[in-house]
C-alpha cells in the first residue's frame, strides 16, 4: 500500500542554516512526488513537484528512487519558512493520493 | 475566480444529526479531491472527482459518508447520523493536472 513517512514532527533551526525535511515514500509503481506547505492561517498550497525539477523560494527536493526518498532542502532558512510542511505522493493521474504526517519547521532568530 | 471556496467555514452539530458541505472548486478544474485532516495528521483522502464522475474512494469513507459532484462543477459532502469521531477539519482540492489548489476547510465539531 502506499504511504508517506516523515520522521520529524517538529525541526527548529535557527536562520541562515541548512533546513533538511525528511520524506520517505512506499509505492507500487512510479509515483509523482510533492511538497506542500500551510503557512500560519492560509490554506495548503503546493511548494514544488519532483517533475519539475525547479527551486521554490530557495528549496528544492530530489527524488531518490533507490532510497525511496524525497527529501526538501534549502541552503540557507529564513524566519518566514516557518510553516507546516507535507509530503505527498499520486499516481500518474492523480490518484492515490497520500499526504504524510507534517512535519513543522520552526526558523528561530 | 478567487479560488476553491467551502462552505460552511465551521459546523457544530449534536451526535446523530446530517451534515452537508460544499465545496466550490476553481472553474476549469476537472478534478475535485476531499480529505478529512484531524490534529497533527496530514490530510487523509476520502474521494476523488474527475467531472461528474466520483473514480476513486477511501476505505475511511464508511456508509455513513457520500459526495456528489453533479454536472462535474460543485461538490457535496454528507456524513449522515454524525459521530464524534467525524470532528474534524474536512477539505477539498481541485486540479487541472497533477497541482491541487486547496479551500480552506469545514471545520465539523460533533457534540
Known amino acids: 500500500a502506499q504511504r508517506v513517512t516523515q520522521p520529524e514532527k517538529l525541526l527548529s533551526v535557527f536562520k541562515g542554516a541548512p533546513v533538511e525535511l525528511k520524506c520517505n515514500y512506499s509505492?507500487?509503481?512510479?509515483?509523482?512526488l510533492f511538497w506542500y506547505v500551510q503557512y500560519s492561517r492560509q490554506r495548503l498550497q503546493l511548494l514544488l513537484r519532483?517533475?519539475s525539477r525547479e527551486s521554490i523560494k530557495g528549496f528544492t527536493a530530489d527524488l531518490n528512487k533507490g532510497e525511496t526518498s524525497f527529501h526538501l532542502k534549502k541552503p540557507f532558512a529564513q524566519e518566514e519558512d516557518s510553516a507546516m510542511y507535507y509530503c505527498?505522493?499520486?499516481?500518474?493521474?492523480?490518484?492515490?493520493?497520500?499526504f504524510g504526517p507534517g512535519t513543522r519547521l520552526s526558523v528561530l532568530p | 475566480d478567487t479560488g476553491v471556496s467551502q462552505d460552511p467555514r465551521h459546523k457544530i452539530t449534536k451526535r446523530g444529526q446530517n451534515v452537508t458541505f460544499r465545496c466550490d472548486p476553481i472553474?476549469?478544474?476537472?478534478?475535485l479531491y476531499w480529505y478529512r485532516q484531524t490534529l497533527g495528521q496530514g490530510p487523509e483522502f476520502l474521494t476523488y472527482?474527475?467531472?461528474?464522475?466520483?473514480?476513486?474512494k477511501s476505505r475511511l469513507l464508511s456508509d455513513r459518508f457520500s459526495a456528489e459532484r453533479p454536472k462535474g462543477s460543485f461538490s457535496t459532502l454528507e456524513i449522515q447520523r454524525t459521530e464524534q469521531g467525524d470532528s474534524a477539519m474536512y477539505l477539498c482540492?481541485?486540479?487541472?493536472?497533477?497541482?491541487?489548489?486547496f479551500g480552506p476547510g469545514t471545520r465539523l465539531t460533533v457534540l
Open positions: 482540492a481541485s486540479s487541472l493536472l497533477d497541482t491541487q489548489y
Open positions: 509505492y507500487s509503481g512510479s509515483p509523482e
Open positions: 472553474s476549469e478544474h476537472n478534478r
Open positions: 505527498a505522493l499520486s499516481g500518474n493521474y492523480g490518484q492515490n493520493f497520500v
Open positions: 519532483h517533475i
Open positions: 472527482f474527475q467531472n461528474e464522475a466520483q473514480l476513486e
